[in-house]
């Protein structure tokens, strides 16, 4: 059972560039997320999906676009890199359905170095 | 203001110490509370929640909240290396998608 997938696990891009960094997981979670952490400022949500076919904006959501074609990938876009997008990307799963946060497990994250 | 704040330390205790961590909030509709354990290059991992006021105890673990003050704790006892790791503490009203978390603490337990 590996969980959450998460690739790349690191990356160095340079400004401008597209990049899609790529989340997989297998436990047919209903809910899906992306957060970015950044030192000081804590996990901080991009976007998020409560179901295959449905996405929501986060708290820090510009210049990321998400899909949800399915339930156990949840892709997430950078169009046009910029250097502020430098960040360890998390990507997390859960049971919402559930009623109960302790379903939530994070991926290993992927280190993004933009130029 | 931040939702969430959370003293980033570090903090360095001896093995077996209690540590405590804590972290304040601002928004009262706040009724889930969590606290993550992240080990270095790697993804938070789940430890505890409480929802809405109380304690909450697991092994060498307890949790409290109080919503009065709006302040959560989180107490280690019987510290050890392996307890050595960020924690972070994340709260929300009843919905999944907007968990707020606070930036960390980083807690060093030497032996």
């Known amino acids: 059972i590996a969980g959450i997938t998460q690739a790349p696990t690191s990356q160095i891009l340079a400004a401008g560039r597209r990049m899609t960094l790529r989340c997989t997981q297998d436990?047919?979670?209903?809910?899906m997320y992306w957060y970015r952490q950044d030192l000081g400022l804590g996990l901080r949500l991009i976007h998020y999906?409560?179901?295959?076919?449905?996405?929501g904006k986060g708290e820090v959501p510009d210049g990321y676009s998400v899909s949800r074609a399915n339930t156990d990938d949840f892709p997430l876009t950078l169009a046009s890199a910029v250097p502020s997008q430098t960040s360890v990307y998390f990507c997390?799963?859960?049971?919402?359905?559930?009623?109960?946060?302790?379903?939530?497990?994070f991926g290993p994250g992927t280190r993004l170095t933009v130029l | 203001q931040k939702e969430v704040e959370q003293d980033p330390g570090p903090l360095s205790v001896p093995e077996g110490a209690i540590v405590s961590l804590n972290c304040t909030y601002s928004?009262?509709?706040?009724?889930?509370f969590m606290w993550y354990r992240q080990y270095s290059r790697k993804g938070p991992e789940l430890l505890m929640y409480?929802?809405?006021?109380g304690n909450k105890e697991d092994g060498r673990f307890t949790a409290q909240v109080d919503k009065s003050s709006k302040y959560i704790s989180l107490f280690i006892r019987d510290s050890q290396p392996s307890d050595s790791a960020t924690y972070l503490c994340?709260?929300?009203?009843?919905?999944?998608?907007?968990?707020?978390f606070g930036s960390g603490t980083k807690l060093n337990v030497k032996p």
């Open positions: 997390a799963s859960s049971d919402s359905a559930s009623g109960s946060p302790d379903t939530q497990y």
């Open positions: 436990m047919r979670h209903n809910a």
């Open positions: 999906s409560n179901t295959a076919g449905t996405t």
């Open positions: 928004n009262s509709a706040f009724q889930y």
């Open positions: 409480t929802y809405s006021s």
């Open positions: 994340a709260m929300g009203v009843n919905n999944f998608n907007k968990f707020y």
